[in-house]
T-cell receptor, first 115, second 110 residues
């Protein structure tokens, strides 16, 4: 297993277009997270899945954002009608099922630029 | 979400020890202290975590104050590859999200 994989690594889109990002977690990791990171800031939590169930969504996740994890494997994050303020690095992470604190494994992210 | 406070930046010379401080005065009894680091153009990477006792692993050591209101990440011999932003995070057992602050940017000089 090569770790958490995100695709694409970079995306440039025009304002108003829709974009979709994909995340493939480490196999058998049942927990999957999406974060957003802007320049000079730490990552901000967006949403979290346990298997296919979306258990938590941040207030940062406006109606234009939707995330899915069909069959509890890979996940997609879609942004509709992109705005310049959506330009950021979108990070995906996964972690194994565990009752105690455990580490999260992050992908290298998808950098979105909205022009 | 409980908050942590870290210096914005720190500097070190190669092969010297580095002590990265973190204050978390509002920590609750069940919060775990996690440290992640983010190298340039990479996603964050887990470093270490602990609850009450000091912890060691191959990457670093974590020293936790007796009152748990502060902790220190210790890199025993800094290398150029340790140059990164280091995040101190409090994580409650019943949540799975990590709440990042702005972290400490560590510069390592040869």
């Amino acid at each position: 297993d090569t770790g958490v994989s995100q695709d694409p690594r970079h995306k440039i889109t025009k304002r108003g277009q829709n974009v979709t990002f994909r995340c493939d977690p480490i196999s058998e990791h049942n927990r999957l997270y999406w974060y957003r990171q802007t320049l000079g800031q730490g990552p901000e939590f967006l949403t979290y899945f346990q298997n296919e169930a979306q258990l938590e969504k941040s207030r940062l996740l406006s109606d234009r954002f939707s995330a899915e994890r069909p069959k509890g494997s890979f996940s997609t994050l879609e942004i509709q009608r992109t705005e310049q303020g959506d330009s950021a690095m979108y990070l995906c992470a996964s972690s194994p099922r565990d009752r105690t604190n455990t580490e999260a494994f992050f992908g290298q992210g998808t950098r979105l630029t909205v022009v | 979400d409980a908050k942590t406070t870290q210096p914005n930046s720190m500097e070190s010379n190669e092969e010297e020890p580095v002590h990265l401080p973190c204050n978390h005065s509002t920590i609750s009894g069940t919060d775990y202290i996690h440290w992640y680091r983010q190298l340039p153009s990479q996603g964050p990477e887990y470093v270490i975590h602990g609850l009450t006792s000091n912890v060691n692993n191959r990457m670093a050591s974590l020293a936790i104050a007796e009152d748990r209101k502060s902790s220190t990440l210790i890199l025993h011999r800094a290398t150029l590859r340790d140059a990164a932003v280091y995040y101190c995070i409090l994580r409650r057992p019943n949540t799975d999200k990590l709440i990042f602050g702005t972290g400490t940017r560590l510069q390592v000089f040869p």
